[in-house]
C-alpha cells in the first residue's frame, strides 16, 4: 500500500513480521545518531561503546563546562575512535543569544504558582523566590505584557517541576515583574530564560563563541558547527567569514532553528548553510505545540529536495533516566525517519543521561526499521520533479546511479570523491543500501594527519544518510600499484565484507567522475 507519505506498507505481511523475532542487523541504521558527549559518556571506554553501537557524528556543547574538560573528552575521542577504526567528525555547538541567570549560593530556588517575581539585570541583588537577576540590561525593552517567558535549568526536558512558565504582567524601568504560572523548584548553578517570540537583542554568534571557535574549535579543527538560535542567513554568512579569518575554511556550518525567527527566514538560511538542525526543545516554546510538527514535516522536506542534510532533536527525553523510551518517543524516531530526516541528535540522553549506549542503540534500532518501510519511490520522484528538465549532468547521473542500484538491488553504492559532494548528490536521491563513499586526499594532503584536506571532508559524510566514508590512499605503496578505481573497489568490498553488507556475487554500483563526465557502472563481487 502506498499512501500520501514516506511510508510503504504491505498488508498482512508487515504486520506479522512485527510479532516474528527481530533479525539481528550487522549494519548500523542509514540514519545517523549524533552524540553530545558529556560527564556519562566522557571516558574512551563508554565513547567506543558509543561508537559500536552506532554513534556517527560527536557534539560538544559548549553551553556548559570548559574548553580542558572538552579537549580532554576529545582526545578521549579520538582514542576511542583509533580504537574501533572509525572516522568521527566533531561538532561544536555554540552558545548563541542565551540569557542566564546565574544561582551563585547554587541552593534550589522554590516559586509558587500565582505568585510574583521580578526579574532585574542589577546582578548586585541575591537570587531568590521574589527577584531574578539576569546578565542583559534590555529585556524590559523587548517584552510587553502577556509575554511568555520560560525558564529552567535544562530548558525544556518537559518536567514541569524544573521548570517555570512566567508571564509578564508589567515592565517598570528596567525590571520585568512576572506572574508564576507553575509550581517549580529552578535548581542548579545556572537557569536560562527563554522569552517567547521575542527579539532578544544579543549577537547570535556571541563573543564567548568567537573566543571558543577562534581557539578550540582552530586548535582543533572542528568539522561541524552547530550555529545555535540562528534567525537569518546573515548569522550563516557571519560565521563563515569568521572561520575564513581563522583558517577553518573547510569548517561545515549546521544551522540550528529553534525560534519563531529562525522559522520565517528558513528558505534563506538553507541555502546560506551546510545542513539544519531542527531544535524541537526551543522551537516547542516559541511555537503552539499543534504546530511543531508542520514545520518540522516541511523543513525536512525542503532540506531534502536541496540536498542538504537535517539532524532533528529531543526525541527520547525520558532515556535520560529510563532504559526504553517511551512508545510515543519510539513512534517520534521513525515517523522522524519516514520523514526523510538525516540523523537524530541526542542530546541529555548520552551526556547525562543514565543510558547513553542503550539511547544510541536503542534509536538506532528504531531508525533502521523504520527505513524498511521508508517510500523510496515516492521521495525519489519529489527530488526528481524539484531538479526539473532538463537535469544538469551531475544529477542526472547521481539518480541514475540510485535508479540502476534499485533496479539490479545492489548491495552499496561506491562514489569516488574528493570533496564528498558527489555521495551527497547521491545521498539526495535516498537510495535503500548505504553509499560508500572512498575520498582521496588531495595532493600533498596526509590522510594520518587529523587536520587534512580529505580526512576533515570523510568525516563530514558522516552526518549524511546513508553515507559510510572510507578514507582512500595516493600511496603506490598502498594501493600495490593498482589504478585509482581498482583501489577504491577493493577498498569497499573489503570494508563491505568486514561489515556484512557485502557478500560473494552481490552487486555493486560504481559512481565516478572521469574529467568533466561522471560514470555509473555496475559491477559484481567475487565469488
Known sequence: MQGASHMLLEEPFRLASVLSPAKPKVFPSLTKIVGTLGPNSHSVEIIQECLTAGMSVARFDFSWMDAAYHQETLDNLRKAAQNVKKL??????????????????????????????????????????????IKFGDLAKAVKKGDTLFMGQYLFT???????????????????????????????????????????????????????????????????????????????????????????PDTQIYAKIENSEGLDHFDDILNAADGIIISRGDLGID???????MFQKTAIHKCNLEGKPVI????????????????????????????????I????????????????????????????????????????????????????????????AIKVKAAAIVVFTFSGRAARLVAKYRPTMPILAVIFPREGSDPSKWRSYGTTQARQCFAVRGVYPLMGSTDEAETGGLTKEEYGIKLAMS??????????FDRLIIFEKIGDSSVVKIIECEG
Open 312 to 343: 532533528i532533536t529531543r526525541v527520547v527525553d525520558s532515556m535520560i533516566d529510563n532504559l526504553r523510551p517511551t512508545r510515543a518517543e519510539a513512534t517520534d524516531v521513525a515517523n522522524a525517519v519516514l520523514d526523510g530526516t538525516d540523523g
Open 345 to 404: 541528535l541526542l542530546g541529555a540522553e548520552t551526556l547525562r543521561g543514565l543510558y547513553p549506549v542503550d539511547a544510541v542503540s536503542t534509536v538506532g534500532r528504531i531508525c533502521a526499521e523504520a527505513e524498511t518501510v521508508y517510500n523510496q519511490p515516492l521521495q525519489f520522484k519529489k527530488v526528481m520533479w524539484h531538479v526539473g528538465d532538463p537535469m544538469p549532468h551531475e544529477e542526472s547521473v547521481a539518480s541514475a546511479a540510485v535508479g540502476s
Open 88 to 133: 568521527c567528525p566533531v561538532m561544536l555547538d555554540t552558545l548563541g543569544p542565551e540569557i542566564q541567570v546565574h544561582n551563585s549560593t547554587g541552593e534550589p530556588i522554590e516559586l509558587k504558582a500565582g505568585n510574583h517575581v521580578i526579574i532585574t539585570p542589577d546582578i548586585c541583588k541575591a537570587l531568590s523566590a521574589e527577584i531574578l537577576p
Open 287 to 293: 511555537l503552539p505545540p499543534e504546530n511543531v510538527f
Open 158 to 248: 518537559g518536567s514541569e517541576t524544573t521548570s517555570v512558565w512566567l508571564e509578564v504582567v508589567e515592565t517598570s524601568g528596567e525590571n520585568v515583574n512576572c506572574l508564576v504560572k507553575n509550581a517549580a523548584t529552578l535548581d542548579g548553578p545556572i537557569f536560562t530564560l527563554h522569552a517567547s517570540q521575542v527579539h532578544i537583542n544579543l549577537p547570535t554568534l556571541s563573543e564567548y563563541d568567537k573566543h571558543v571557535i577562534s581557539t578550540w574549535g582552530s586548535c582543533n579543527s572542528v568539522d561541524i558547527i552547530s550555529l545555535s538560535h540562528t534567525r537569518s542567513a546573515e548569522d550563516v554568512r557571519e560565521l563563515r567569514a569568521f572561520l575564513q579569518a581563522h583558517a577553518l
Open 495 to 504: 570494508y563491505g565484507r568486514s561489515v556484512g553488507i557485502v557478500k560473494p
